[in-house]
């Protein structure tokens, strides 16, 4: 199995529609982040948790929440979908301990939103 | 706040030859410094991290990382390219603290010409 699973893999929806998009780890790690992958403009943060009771903005959280249930897992929600979200969703995992900074990436969701 | 900059978009080797991908970064202490790569239709995987020490770093699949604190960069080097080396690479910086989350730049897209 994944360390990181995103589910769905794959999702279309339809613009004003709630969708949530989900992420669970097995790597233990207590930090874990949404990126968005857009064409020519590389991974921008969405969201970041460092622990379950700390949730931080990062650059572009306009029109998306998430909550963090537990350590494993790490959800993404589109309130109302538009179609400027149609993007690919990464969530990561990180380590807070010195030298193990680097991420753990998921497989990607890709959104459209029509 | 820390950015990251790779100044070339797409970037066309010819199998065996030399590559060196561009990273620069601007932040105002010592980061951490990482490359990824992203094949086609995959997630991201960790090439090689800069924390501190030997400026030279030796990562996964014979690539290689400089360090350059002078020049603000961390340019990525592979002796000779292989086909399977098409994929698209990312340089991400974070800052030597806890606290914050990756910042990635818009990637290099590399293409591998026989």
């Known amino acids: 199995d994944a360390d990181v699973t995103q589910t769905p893999r794959n999702r279309i929806t339809k613009t004003g529609k709630r969708i949530m998009l989900e992420c669970s780890q097995t790597k233990g790690h207590d930090r874990m982040y949404w990126y968005r992958q857009d064409p020519g403009l590389g991974l921008r943060l969405i969201y970041y948790?460092?622990?379950?009771?700390?949730?931080n903005k990062g650059e572009i959280s306009d029109g998306y929440s998430v909550s963090r249930q537990a350590q494993a897992k790490f959800s993404l929600s589109l309130e109302s979908a538009i179609p400027n979200q149609t993007a690919l969703y990464f969530c990561a995992t990180s380590d807070s301990g010195q030298g193990t900074y680097g991420y753990t990436f998921g497989s990607g969701t890709r959104l459209t939103v029509v | 706040a820390q950015s990251v900059t790779q100044p070339d978009i797409h970037i066309t080797v010819s199998e065996g030859a030399s590559l060196e991908l561009r990273c620069n970064y601007s932040?105002?202490?010592?980061?951490?410094l990482f490359w990824y790569v992203q094949s086609p239709g995959q997630g991201l995987q960790l090439l090689l991290k800069?924390?501190?020490?030997?400026?030279l770093v030796q990562g996964i699949k014979g690539f290689e990382a400089e360090f350059k604190r002078s020049q603000s960069s961390f340019n990525l080097r592979k002796p000779s390219v292989h086909w399977s080396d098409a994929a698209e690479y990312f340089c991400a910086v974070g800052r030597n603290q806890a606290g914050t989350a990756l910042i990635f730049g818009k990637g290099t897209t590399l293409s591998v010409s026989s």
């Open positions: 948790s460092f622990d379950v009771k700390d949730i």
């Open positions: 932040y105002g202490a010592t980061p951490y």
């Open positions: 800069y924390f501190s020490g030997d400026t």
